[in-house]
Every structure is written in C-alpha cells, then in structure tokens.
C-alpha cells in the first residue's frame, strides 16, 4: 500500500510538470531552445535539492524509502514555484 502511494505521488509530479511545460510553451510564446534551457537550470536546482533532502532525511529516520522519497519529492515544490514565477530571474519567465 505504501509503494502505490508513492508511485501515485511520482505520476502526480510528472503530470504537473508536463502541464507545466504546456503552460510555458502555450501560444508559442516562448521558443524550444529558451524553454529547455530554462527546464535544466531548473533540474540542476531540484536535483541538488533532491539529493540534499534525500540524504538528511536519510540521516534522520534511517533506511525508510518512502520517507525519504516523499521528503525529496516535496523538496521539488520551491523550484516548480519559482519556474511558474514571471519575477524571478533564474529561470521563471521574467516579464
């Protein structure tokens, strides 16, 4: 029962994320190349953020896969945020 609940919360993040990138992309406001480009920075951030959060609640809790997969999955929320942001400079879609 804990597995099924951690893949339906690894399905529900790829889904979000691939609205996401239908969002960015709508109206072809916004070119592949500036997109791809804006979705590795935004990988580069979420997997140091991953591997961070995966490895403290590691340390925590001990050996508890889903406890450390949830912890690391949620981890990822800030950078979805900040992508969807129009003022942030990283890699949101500044104005």
């Known amino acids: 029962a804990e597995n099924t609940e951690v893949l339906t919360l690894t399905a529900r993040t790829s889904t979000l994320v691939l609205q996401l990138w239908e969002t ?10 500036t997109v791809m480009k804006e979705l590795k920075k935004m990988a ?14 590691y340390l925590s ?9 949830n912890a690391a999955l949620v981890s990822v929320l800030p950078s979805v945020i900040n992508w969807l942001n129009p003022n942030y400079e990283r890699y949101g879609k500044v104005k």
């Open 44 to 57: 580069e951030t979420w997997a140091k953020t991953f591997l961070a959060t995966a490895l403290s609640t």
């Open 61 to 69: 809790v001990g050996l508890q896969p889903d406890y450390i997969l």
């Open 24 to 33: 960015k992309t709508a109206a072809g406001s916004t070119s592949k190349e």
